[in-house]
Nanobody
């Protein structure tokens, strides 16, 4: 069992930065592939970024490539998402997810666990 708790969301102006964190309980965090997803008002939840369990492979949705960076610290059981050059269209609730599948955590169906989400609002 893994519990995920996101933090770091908030209100920021366009062009600004935020760093999201996802703290995981349990001693098996390092064995999970991890991902970030987001859901904007009136839209379906979508993939944002993913990282494999050893941290050696990363994947990004096209619109965040070059602006967002996913990372993890397995010693601290924590996943991060550094978001730079934020745009109003990045406004959403951001969720972290954990998966025990071999495939990277780029699809919702692969998730075994979800966090409760953290709100990110980017003003123009």
């Amino acid at each position: 069992q893994v519990q995920l708790v996101e933090s770091g969301g908030g209100l920021v102006q366009a062009g600004g930065s935020l760093r999201l964190s996802c703290a995981a309980s349990g001693r098996t965090f390092s064995t999970y592939n991890m991902g970030w997803f987001r859901q904007a008002p009136g839209k379906e939840r979508e993939f944002v970024a993913a990282i494999t369990w050893p941290g050696n492979s990363r994947y990004y949705e096209d619109s965040v490539q070059g602006r967002f960076t996913i990372s993890r610290d397995n010693a601290k059981n924590t996943l991060y998402l550094q978001m730079n050059s934020l745009k109003p269209e990045d406004t959403a609730i951001y969720y972290c997810a954990a998966s025990r599948t071999v495939a990277p955590m780029t699809q919702e169906l692969r998730a075994d666990y979800w966090g409760q989400g953290t709100q990110v609002t980017v003003s123009s």
